[in-house]
């Protein structure tokens, strides 16, 4: 069992930044691939960011692509978010996933069998 803890989340204003992590515990974290997802109040919950097994097999939404940068440090069991240029629409609670083989599709979430908690992201105008 995979347990998926995420920090760094906070308040900013628009045009911050923020770096949010999870720590992944049990399991082998480097055979997992790694994904973030977003939830904005009244919405569904949508596709952030992944990464693969491999640290330069990353994937993005076109809504953050070219702002956000999702990274992987397998030593330390740790995958994490940059996120730069947030804009008001950013804001939502941020979930970490853990899809383990057979691998889904990156930007889908019924592959991934492990989700952390969330942690809240607010961006001010």
């Known amino acids: 069992q995979v347990q998926l803890v995420e920090s760094g989340g906070g308040l900013v204003q628009a045009g911050g930044s923020l770096r949010l992590s999870c720590a992944a515990s049990g399991g082998t974290f480097s055979r997992y691939f790694m994904g973030w997802f977003r939830q904005a109040p009244g919405k569904e919950r949508e596709f952030v960011a992944a990464?693969?097994?491999?640290?330069?097999?990353?994937y993005y939404a076109d809504s953050v692509k070219g702002r956000f940068t999702i990274s992987r440090d397998n030593a330390k069991n740790t995958v994490s978010l940059q996120m730069n240029s947030l804009k008001p629409d950013d804001t939502a609670v941020y979930y970490c996933a853990a899809d383990s083989p057979p691998y889904g599709l990156a930007y889908r979430e019924s592959p991934y069998d492990y989700w952390g908690q969330g942690t809240q992201v607010t961006v001010s105008s």
């Open positions: 990464i693969g097994l491999a640290p330069t097999h990353t």
